[in-house]
């Protein structure tokens, strides 16, 4: 079991930026490394889409091509905690952000919302013209 909090959000003009915080709580026997954790984001009336996320197995990190270059996801495992740095922000970038987490992933379906596990409450993310 895995309980998500994401911090972070607000209201940012075009150009700005933002860090969006995710604590992870995860039970006894388990640790924070054993876990994919991943970024996703779902504006109104739109399906829920992958931002990014980071693989524990090949320490890889994924981007949507919509925020490559814009956007940097980080992990500190010792608190448990992943960041989403988004800078350059677009009108287009509105929408609430959710973190989620798993354990047993394929690759696959890394990108996959329906794929994960654990989720956040969200947090919401507004960014003017």
């Known amino acids: 079991q895995v309980q998500l909090v994401e911090s972070g959000g607000g209201l940012v003009q075009a150009g700005g930026s933002l860090r969006l915080s995710c604590v992870a709580s995860v039970a006894s026997g388990r640790t924070f490394r054993n876990y994919d954790m991943g970024w996703f984001r779902q504006a109104p009336g739109k399906e829920r889409e992958f931002v990014g996320g980071?693989?524990?197995?090949?320490?890889?990190?994924y981007y949507a091509d919509s925020v490559k270059g814009r956007f940097t996801i980080s992990r500190d495992n010792p608190t448990s905690t992943v960041y989403l740095q988004m800078n350059s922000l677009k009108p287009d970038d509105t929408a609430l952000y959710y973190c989620?987490?798993?354990?047993?992933?394929?690759?696959?379906?890394?990108?996959?919302?329906?794929?994960?596990?654990?989720w956040g409450q969200g947090t919401q993310v507004t960014v003017s013209t």
């Open positions: 980071h693989r524990r197995n090949n320490g890889v990190t």
């Open positions: 989620a987490a798993d354990s047993t992933l394929i690759l696959s379906s890394f990108k996959n919302p329906r794929a994960w596990d654990y």
